[in-house]
């Protein structure tokens, strides 16, 4: 589902099983010849994949007896959604999001776990194990039935999980697949926030039929700009999972002081949350909120109202860096700033119709996020449920 052009043999081959898979899950029960049909797999293909979702249990086969057509009962096959369940947390300060999906990425139960900034990484991975037992009875399920944990966290998250730095949670150099592994005694995947989100909302936007093999995604959080971009249907990572991050281009010589980052120039001096509010806040002392901006724009303040008109400019700039960079056609929004800031959003994309080079840029469609402050979470959802996947495959010697 991620990956519309995989590089190796064994990519295709789990691509394919799990276009197949997906297909299922979205449109089962469904025949043999109509997911030959939807997918354009062979026969011998389909066969093939069918047999591995089977064995690995995933997806069952049912002869039914089509209403008056005479003759041999037909065959439809749809997902085992129970056959294993996945923990999902999105970790975030204050109150973290908690879920158990099964594998038709289906909310058996969800929770909220209390994480002040500071908490210590162990403390919280020790806490989400004793909420486990909780939400396994309440979704009536033992807890062997989880296959792994998937943690989506803001800042700068290694490809192997481990979580180089977070300001948001006050955590770095931290270990966090070894630790959740340890505490919750199963496999663990943790993942960039923004990287998650932008793999959720493409789950989204394929579903619906969508593009989505060129797309990127932004938020405009409290104390950073996280982003990720997909080109050509591969998530970028980069030496260091990095790629497609914006929040440190550089927007101007120098911007805001604070401890954003060590660097002031940056898009995170200017357009996060914080620094918007501080910079209202030095014009407009009454500005000390969103809801102040909006109050001081409502009012008429003029040196406000020009603010924020270089706010959605400076916006429109990352919006244009990412798709001048990533040649993406779709560009995604998300964020206190974008949503609860009066006419942001539509003051953004006036600025960015000003900027666009047509040539390179004749399809650029820059909206808003559909799932909002859980798109992190679903992309964890989906990405749990791949990987809990793959661990079955990999039980599979017939694969
Ligand atoms: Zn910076």
Redesign the pocket.
């Known amino acids: 589902m991620y990956q519309t052009s995989p590089k190796s043999q064994a990519d295709l081959k789990f691509h394919n099983l799990k276009l197949v898979f997906d297909l299922v899950k979205r449109e089962g029960p469904i025949s043999r010849a109509s997911l030959a049909k939807r997918t354009g797999l062979s026969p011998t293909s389909m066969t093939r994949i069918v047999n591995v979702l089977k064995r690995i249990g995933l997806i069952s086969e049912h002869s039914v007896a089509q209403a008056g057509v005479a003759g041999r009962p037909s065959t439809l096959l749809e997902i085992c959604a129970d056959a294993a369940y996945c923990l999902c947390v999105d970790a975030m300060p204050n109150v973290s999001k908690v879920t158990l999906v099964d594998m038709a990425t289906k909310q058996a139960v969800y929770r909220e776990l209390v994480t002040v900034s500071g908490t210590s990484f162990e403390t919280v991975a020790d806490e989400l194990n004793a909420m486990l037992g909780e939400m396994c009875r309440d979704a009536g399920i033992t807890r062997d039935r989880i296959a792994c944990c998937g943690m989506s966290i803001s800042g700068h998250v290694l490809r192997n999980g481990y979580i180089a730095a977070s300001s948001q949670m006050q955590w770095a150099d931290i270990d966090g697949v070894g630790i959740l592994e340890r505490a919750l005694d199963m496999p663990a995947i943790v993942e960039n926030d923004c990287k998650a989100a932008l793999l959720g909302e493409q789950y989204l936007l394929s579903c619906a039929g969508e593009s989505t093999a060129n797309m990127a995604y932004v938020k405009f959080g409290w104390a950073g700009v996280g982003s990720a971009a997909m080109v050509d249907g591969m998530l970028l990572r980069g030496s260091r999972n990095a790629a497609g991050e914006i929040?440190?281009f550089?927007s101007q010589l120098e911007g805001l002081s604070g401890d954003?980052?060590?660097?002031?120039?940056?898009?995170?001096?200017t357009i996060s949350e914080s620094a918007v509010i501080e910079h209202a806040r030095s014009i407009n002392p009454a500005c000390a909120s969103l809801a102040g901006v909006n109050e001081a724009i409502a009012n008429g303040d003029e040196r406000i109202i020009k603010l924020m008109n270089d706010i959605c400019e400076y916006i429109a700039i990352a919006v244009s860096d990412i798709s001048c960079a990533y040649n993406s056609d779709r560009i995604i929004l998300s964020g206190n700033i974008i949503t609860n800031l009066a006419d942001c959003y539509q003051n953004v994309l006036r600025y960015v119709e000003r900027r666009l080079t047509r040539s390179v840029q004749p399809n650029l469609q820059v909206c808003l996020s559909k799932m909002g402050t859980n798109a992190s979470l679903y992309g964890m959802n989906c990405l749990a449920v791949e990987e809990t996947i793959k661990r079955l495959l990999s039980n599979d010697t017939g694969f």
């Open positions: 929040g440190h550089n954003r980052c060590e660097f002031k120039g940056c898009f995170e001096h």
